[in-house]
């Protein structure tokens, strides 16, 4: 198969920014469906979206009405109904919904299944290579949702998650848009690729020792009331530098931005550590982590790993 046989489109904007892949078919056969996953691991890697219009993980009608209905109360700290594969286990839940714990995690417990066995044949680079993170459920409108700055979701920002340090591994989602009639809408701007060294040489965090990198960022969690967690000096920055881009106001708006609608029934993936994003509106999504290593990427020289890892010429990793 030809880079341009694959059956997808692509939506390409200027270089350095996030640009949108339609897959319109999967690849069947096991040697077509190996080259059009490498080169879909390629764009994603770039720092693109893939987006298939009919999702294919499989959600039967009655769950879907069963996660229609749930009323999540719009508190900053409730936002999401989150479930943890390894344990089996549901957080989040309003106590109202308790009743339906056991309906909700398993649930939850088939998305996480369907959208791993969907991964392992989408993306045979990645396939049985990932760690599988966390799914949530997100029933609450996002638009104008309220939060605390850090933890808002509508402000342009690179994913890294402060109590769960990945150690360089890279953060891949899958989304599935479950509303009925309403489009979940995405902005984008430039990619780590092109916005994380500038903003590293910027900040002058690069360059620091592992030791003073580390005080710096604690008392920074300490300032904001957080439990500190033991980070490697990538995951430390990654933060860093996702709180900085949610406080920046001017950045916040003037950045040049791509808008992207997901339309209902629909799912994607992106690495969120590599594409600056925002969620404008949307009500209803589920969504699936999947933390790639290094050793599975198939153009690992982009990850953002590498970047700052060139960039302060040590490993910044534990």
Known sequence: MSPTSIPATRKIVAPGFTGLTTVHEIAVSPESAVEQGRQLCAQLEEGNIVMLPQTPIFIPEEDRRLLLGQKQASSAYRKNIAYLPSDDRVTGLDGAEHEEVDSLRRIMRDYSRRSAEFLNLFLPPYARKWKLDFASFRPIEEQGRLA????????????????????????????????????????????????????????GLISLRHNLFKHSVGSVTRALGLSEVERPPYDEFMYRCQNAMKKDARFQETSPKHRWEFPPNSTWLVFTDGVSHAVFS?????????????????????????????????????
């Open 148 to 203: 605390r700055l850090h933890a808002r979701t509508d402000l342009l920002h690179f994913e890294s998650f402060p109590a769960r340090p990945t150690n360089g591994a890279r953060i891949l989602q899958l989304f599935t848009n479950i509303n009925p009639v309403q489009n979940r809408v995405w902005l984008t701007s430039q990619t780590f690729e092109a916005f994380g060294p500038r903003f590293a040489r910027a900040a």
């Open 282 to 318: 949307g009500q209803y999504a589920l969504e699936q982590t999947f933390l790639i290593p290094q050793s599975a990427l198939v153009e690992p020289q982009r990850s953002p790993l590498a970047i700052l890892e060139k960039m302060a010429g040590r490993s910044l990793t534990i």
